[in-house]
């Protein structure tokens, strides 16, 4: 029967974003809700916009959940998922534990912790986490702020007045820190190092205390190309 088979959509293309309330409409015998796709979101923003000079990306590691285009992206999804009266749900986080180091370990489960809370008091009716032993700290995190079923209720109006140039909106990061040659070394780094592992079959490896997949992968070598095709120094 119509409705048997449903499933969550990820927005995680930078044109998805300006379609949501169609995309949930369509499926609408089938969706569950959408997701908060981020890294894949963040290299689609990259690539679309890789011919724009003002659209030149600072390093990666300061396009976080609070920069301004993310921050409306998920005001975005959120509002028109609660207004269709589905789920929004969060994305991944991709830290990941630390062994045999304590104080970091207790750092990176103190930046999930941050990341969850920040979703679940955007409206978020739940997430997802990058290691099987994050799923408790995300759990207790929704549990405390979130105490019914989901925020489905909630209707997070400042989602309806999202505009495009919100969308697009960059973090503005002082000239000389945006990009700087650590930053691309440490782009090739990770390139190189999923390329490897993707030879031999691996489709997600651990680096710097991250996740690393295809998407973070991708981010990193669409911003080396940008930057090179730019000319940035």
Same mark, same amino acid.
Request: hydrophobic share 50%; glycine share 8%.
């Given at each position: 029967p119509s409705g048997t088979i449903r499933a969550t959509v990820l927005i995680e293309t930078i044109t998805a974003s300006f379609e949501m309330e169609e995309i949930l409409y369509e499926l609408r015998e089938h969706s569950v809700g959408l997701n908060c796709g981020r890294w894949d979101y963040i290299f689609s923003f990259i690539k679309k916009l890789k011919d724009d000079p003002e659209k030149i990306t600072p390093d990666r590691s300061f396009m976080t959940m609070t920069s301004p285009f993310m921050?409306?992206?998920v005001k975005r999804l959120v509002y028109v998922c609660h207004k269709r009266g589905t789920f929004?749900?969060?994305?991944?986080?991709a830290t990941i534990p630390i062994k045999g180091d304590p104080a970091a370990n207790a750092h990176a489960i103190k930046d999930v912790q941050t990341d969850k809370l920040r979703e679940v008091l955007a409206g978020h009716d739940g997430t =997802? &986490?990058? %290691?099987?032993? $994050? &799923?408790? &700290?995300a759990r207790s995190i929704f549990d405390d702020h979130m105490p019914t079923l989901n925020q489905i209720s909630r209707s997070m109006p400042d989602g309806k007045h999202v @505009?495009?140039?919100?969308? $697009?909106?960059?973090? !503005?990061?002082?000239?000389? !820190?945006?990009?700087?040659? @650590? %930053? $691309? !070394? @440490?782009?090739?780094?990770? &390139?190189?190092?999923?390329?490897?592992? =993707? $030879?031999?079959?691996v489709g997600c490896i651990p680096l710097h205390h991250k996740m690393e997949d295809?998407? @973070?992968a991708e981010i990193s070598r669409v911003q080396i190309w940008s930057w090179r095709y730019h000319q940035v120094k």
């Open positions: 921050e409306a992206y929004a749900m969060g994305g991944m986080s =997802w &986490v990058a %290691h099987p032993a $994050l &799923v408790s &700290v @505009t495009a140039a919100q969308l $697009l909106e960059l973090p !503005k990061i002082p000239i000389g !820190k945006a990009i700087t040659s @650590t %930053h $691309l !070394k @440490t782009g090739v780094l990770i &390139v190189l190092a999923y390329t490897e592992a =993707w $030879l031999r079959g295809a998407a @973070t």
